[in-house]
């Protein structure tokens, strides 16, 4: 069965200015136990992360101070968001979700994190949205723990995972991907072991070429044991922070792609949201959608 991390506090009660964003953490279960994909059964609600895996990536200093609601100014701008408790709180439920998700996946090859995706949170501070880096705290658990020995983080988000890339720069246990527009935020990039940068308007054609010239040649030289991966619909036409210039249906066959290269080599696959800003909430809501529609097929 698909498991899928979802809880009421994933769903933040932010000024005017702040809310659109977050709209589709409340719709997207909606809507998907309404077109019968998936169940109440299918959902589960995170418990809170153990200080020891936030601290496996996150330096202590960053994640006391976030812990106590500490941080200064400065630091606070840098991550977009107003600083509160219940931010605080979805973000550890977030992480812990993901790395919940990995133990659904080891028994059902796959599982979905309706959030995270959080991959601009270095391990000394947030930026952009992002306080704690939940996919990577997800892979260093499973490292820590002995149950995997390579991890592959696929990260097709329209924006560089420069927090991910940062945090694993010198860890040879996990290879990072990332597939980003070349003109989007960060405007100073990380390195990762694998940089696709594109540019604008990169069409679905010239997209899922580009895939289909790197993932299976990726597999078979990391041989990773467990794949992340994050989904930004970010990568559509319609984004409004985004610059590249995909179609519904070709974020769809990108996520049909990787799902089923994951599913053909027996690899379990943990999957996080990532973002989405299309002016036409509908539209994000049915690209995301798209994910969890093609799990259910690959996986049932």
Known sequence: MLKIAFDSIYVLDLPEGHRFPMLKYDLLPKQ????????????????????????????ESYFRRLLNSD????????????LSQHLIDREQRIAQGTIQ????AFNHGISINIAGG?????????????????????????????????????????????????????????????????????????ESDLDLPLPKGCSD??????????????????????????SGVDILETDRLGTLGLTLNGCKERDHKVLNLAHSRGIPIQCSMGGGYSKDIRVIVEAHANLFRIAQYLYD
């Not at 400065?74 to 968001?81: I, L």
């Not at 998700?101 to 659904?104: D, I, L, T």
Request: hydrophobic share 40%; aromatic share 12%.
């Open 32 to 59: 998907l136990i309404h077109e019968g994909t998936c169940s109440e059964e299918n959902f589960f609600s995170p418990e809170f992360l153990d200080p020891n895996d936030a601290l496996s990536v996150h330096t």
């Open 71 to 82: 941080l200064t100014p400065k630091e606070v701008r840098k991550v977009g968001f107003p």
């Open 101 to 104: 998700n990995c133990y659904h």
């Open 118 to 190: 959080t991959h601009h949170a270095y391990a000394d501070h947030g930026e952009a949205f992002c306080l704690l880096n939940d996919q990577a705290i997800a892979a260093s658990h499973l490292i820590r723990k002995g149950l995997i020995k390579k991890a592959l983080i696929i990260d097709l988000d329209v924006h560089q995972g420069n927090g991910t890339a940062s945090i694993f720069q010198t860890n040879p246990s996990v290879f990072t991907f990332s597939v980003h527009g070349a003109a989007n935020y960060p405007f100073k990039k990380e």
């Open 205 to 230: 054609l010239e997209y899922l070429a580009l895939l289909d010239e790197y993932l299976d040649p990726l597999i078979e030289e990391v041989k990773p044991d467990f794949i992340f991966y994050l």
